[in-house]
């Protein structure tokens, strides 16, 4: 078995925490909802990026290809200056939302190269240029575009030019799971020589300014050698960062530089932009041994580099406070065999020969294990503010999200993106959990099992969407995703986890009983949702209060629903077929996905219908009044109705004689009375078919999907149909 597979058993296993420290640092902090505390709710403004490296976090923190322990208290990231930028690249930079002509959008350049589950091997490339940071050039050009043009993007600015950049590579390998050798190389890009200074900077998260930690943490310069500060954290440890000997030793804490940001006098001059200002203004050669302690520490790195010249420098954190040689040959063999560990964990998993085609699968991978994040909100305390605090306004109190003071997060999470969506969006964490289960199962379970936890549902049952609105409705694919994620496990292990899956059936059922009370308001299994993931294909927000009066019927949102229903049907044959018990609720969800069926597809004097036989597809309909207006728009809200598709197995239908007995009875009922039949061909002997639509109307949205003059392109399937 490859070592890192056994790393993760022995960390499941409780035997040693290989997932204590882990990419979780955030790339950005800054311009998120829970370091909003405007009146207005107006999180692009409250905290911007030219506050970021003079204001301290309230929810945690950011970097470039940081690294943090799992609670977020000890983080460590790379800043470095070309001599020509107005500030430190301490963090990646981006427009807003408002800013962008498409949103917002990181303008920077930058790859996750490598990651293995337990992150014993981490390596990362952020591409620096050598002229000043097109800041205000980004901004301005930007915000002159329309929608309708493409985005003004860094290597349009010129920044690149001729090669005047600089590779920036950082690698993490762990020797063992508190002693972390880490690697910088840069490499010139540019024929001509260019200087550049690097600060690979620790620091501590700053949680005593809010009453949450005392002031007694420390980093502090090390009397018994060079290259060395001692750190004392009362929660996380004590630790020691060796480093090779820079050219000076830089301290200061994380502490809010009052006089920037409000025009106050700062209390000391160690405040967390300290660095900018002795780099920007040359006095970082006076520094000496002025100051030998903080809550931030950066080793100041300077140097020369010739065209095409590389540049190491190496560093370790480490619990070992005695270490002889920490950066010698101990350090190259750790890292060059986490390296080759990762290379043979990684062979395992390759389902193609294509040396190519493993190089992106592996990058890919690396990208959805980078992108886990620390995320930290506590929406109760968020609303009424931190004890011996100013409080925020009391407006707040009935703004965003005030409906969730049950709310109360802090985990490790997969993010969609770590700089312009770092927050979690329960549909995207859903679909993350797939890929993620081929590198680790059991993380992927647990990512599943944590949005059902009593301090993110809500006690309605609602499974909170984004901090920028947790009452958003997402799509319900928690039980598709529960479900593949459960029957990949069990093709690996050979036997189905069902501990894990009673779990997830029984908070799912309370979600779905949600579904089922609060988003049919009229209880004929038609159901409304909101833009449900796909907000650019309307005619109008979805998401809002239809102008005048009047609520959408919507197609995709009843198609989910089916597919909801079909999946809880599922968890429960399969749970059942060992445990009769719940037999009873896999006839429950059998009936709740009848009547969706019979109601999407039924047209009578009381319903116009969502299907449109003139035009062979299904649309959603607006209900005013007494009057059913379809939104003839060819999307793919239409094609939704495709996914609700299962077969049962017979030899398990043989185990559930009473589900067996429904199946029949409903048959001949239909039959009888004439209803729309759902089922629409059965045998006892045979595997039951479960489809929400009938075959002909199928055959008619599968024949527009794979259309190229519609829907189906050289790149899947499209949105929007072209006609």
């Known amino acids: 078995m490859e070592l890192e597979k056994k790393r993760l058993i022995r960390h499941y296993e409780g035997k040693k925490n290989w997932l204590k420290w882990g990419p979780y640092l955030s790339e950005r902090q800054w311009g998120t909802v829970r370091e909003d505390y405007s009146p207005d709710g107006s999180a692009w403004d409250y905290f911007p990026h030219d506050h970021a490296r003079s204001r301290v976090y309230r929810w945690g923190e950011d970097g470039i290809a940081g690294i943090s322990d799992e609670n977020c208290r000890i983080c460590f990231s790379v800043a470095m200056w070309n001599g020509q930028d107005p500030i430190l690249k301490e963090r990646l930079f981006g427009l807003t939302s408002p800013q962008g002509n498409h949103g917002e959008d990181v303008k920077e350049l930058y790859y996750y190269l490598d990651n293995?589950?337990?992150?014993?091997?981490?390596?990362?490339l952020y591409k620096y240029g050598q002229r000043p940071y097109p800041y205000a050039d980004l901004l301005h050009k930007n915000s002159e575009r329309t929608v309708e043009e493409?985005?003004?993007?860094?290597?349009?600015?010129?920044?690149?030019?001729?090669?005047?950049?600089?590779?920036?590579?950082?690698?993490?390998?762990?020797?063992?799971?508190?002693?972390?050798?880490?690697?910088?190389?840069?490499?010139n890009r540019s024929k001509e020589t260019r200087e550049l200074y690097m600060l690979p900077t620790l620091w501590f998260r700053n949680l005593w300014t809010f009453g949450l930690m005392t002031r007694d943490n420390i980093i502090r310069k090390s009397s018994d050698c060079s290259g060395k500060v001692a750190i004392y954290h009362n929660e996380t440890g004590n630790f020691s960062l060796y480093f090779d000997e820079p050219e000076s030793y830089l301290f200061t804490n994380n502490e809010n530089n009052a006089e920037r940001l409000f025009g106050k006098e700062n209390s000391s001059p160690l405040v967390k932009d300290r660095f900018h200002e002795l780099l920007l203004n040359n006095k970082w050669k006076e520094e000496g041994d002025l100051y030998r302690e903080g809550s931030k520490f950066s080793p100041l790195y300077h140097k020369e580099l010739e065209g095409g010249e590389e540049w190491t420098i190496k560093l370790r954190l480490t619990t070992d406070s005695d270490h002889d040689d920490p950066l010698g040959l101990e350090f190259d063999k750790a890292v060059q065999s986490r390296q080759h560990e990762a290379d043979r964990f990684y062979d395992s998993l390759y389902i193609h020969e294509n040396q190519e085609l493993q190089n992106i699968q592996r990058q890919a991978w690396a990208g959805m294990l980078w992108t886990k994040q620390y995320y930290n909100f506590n929406v109760s305390r968020w609303l009424l503010g931190d004890p011996g605090r100013p409080a925020p306004s009391h407006i707040r109190?009935?703004?965003?999200?005030?409906?969730?003071?049950?709310?109360?997060?802090?985990?490790?999470?997969?993010?969609?993106?770590?700089?312009?969506?770092?927050?979690?969006?329960?549909?995207?964490?859903?679909?993350?959990?797939?890929?993620?289960?081929?590198?680790?199962?059991?993380?992927?379970?647990?990512?599943?099992?944590?949005f059902l936890k009593e301090r993110y549902m809500h006690p309605n049952g609602q499974i909170p969407a984004y901090e920028w609105h947790f009452t958003d409705v997402n799509p319900p694919v928690h039980g598709w995703a529960a479900?593949?994620?459960?029957?990949?496990?069990?093709?690996?292990?050979?036997?189905?986890?069902?501990?894990?899956?009673?779990?997830?059936f029984s908070k799912l059922s309370l979600n779905f009983t949600w579904w089922v009370n609060r988003k049919d308001r009229n209880q004929n299994n038609i159901f409304e949702g909101g833009f449900l993931g796909l907000d650019n294909i309307g005619i109008f927000d979805r998401n809002v209060e239809i102008v005048g009066g009047g609520y959408l019927k919507q197609a995709d949102s009843t198609a989910w629903m089916a597919l909801f229903a079909l999946n809880m049907l599922e968890m429960a044959v399969e749970i059942a077929v060992e445990d009769d018990a719940f037999e009873d609720m896999a006839i429950k969800y059998f009936k709740h996905f009848v009547y969706i069926a019979e109601a999407l597809n039924r047209m009578d004097e009381h319903w116009a219908g969502i299907w449109h036989d003139d035009d062979g597809f299904f649309y959603d309909?607006?209900?005013?009044?007494?009057?059913?207006?379809?939104?003839?728009?060819?999307?793919?809200?239409?094609?939704?109705?495709?996914?609700?598709?299962?077969?049962?197995?017979?030899?398990?239908?043989?185990?559930?004689?009473?589900?067996?007995?429904?199946?029949?009875?409903?048959?001949?009922?239909?039959?009888?009375?004439?209803?729309?039949?759902?089922?629409?061909?059965?045998?006892?002997?045979?595997?039951?078919?479960?489809t929400l639509i009938p075959r002909e109307r199928m055959k008619k949205l599968v024949h527009a999907m794979i259309d190229r003059e519609e829907f189906?392109?050289?790149?899947?399937?499209?949105?929007?149909?072209?006609i």
Request: with cysteine.
């Open 116 to 124: 293995t589950p337990t992150h014993s091997y981490m390596k990362y």
């Open 483 to 504: 479900l593949e994620v459960y029957k990949m496990d069990k093709e690996k292990t050979g036997h189905g986890d069902l501990k894990f899956l009673k779990r997830i």
């Open 397 to 450: 109190r009935h703004g965003r999200n005030h409906e969730w003071k049950s709310l109360n997060n802090e985990d490790i999470m997969s993010m969609p993106d770590k700089w312009e969506y770092p927050w979690y969006a329960a549909w995207d964490t859903a679909f993350h959990c797939i890929p993620l289960a081929r590198l680790d199962t059991q993380f992927a379970k647990d990512q599943l099992l944590l």
């Open 712 to 722: 189906f392109s050289d790149y899947g399937i499209r949105s929007l149909s072209k």
């Open 621 to 690: 309909v607006m209900v005013k009044e007494d009057r059913f207006i379809p939104i003839k728009i060819r999307s793919i809200v239409g094609l939704t109705t495709l996914f609700a598709v299962l077969r049962i197995e017979n030899k398990k239908l043989e185990k559930l004689p009473r589900l067996r007995q429904s199946i029949e009875d409903f048959v001949k009922q239909r039959r009888k009375n004439e209803r729309y039949k759902v089922i629409q061909t059965y045998e006892r002997n045979q595997d039951l078919f479960l």
């Open 150 to 187: 493409y985005e003004y993007e860094i290597l349009d600015t010129g920044w690149f030019d001729n090669d005047d950049y600089f590779d920036v590579y950082v690698e993490y390998a762990k020797k063992d799971v508190e002693d972390i050798c880490i690697q910088i190389t840069v490499k």
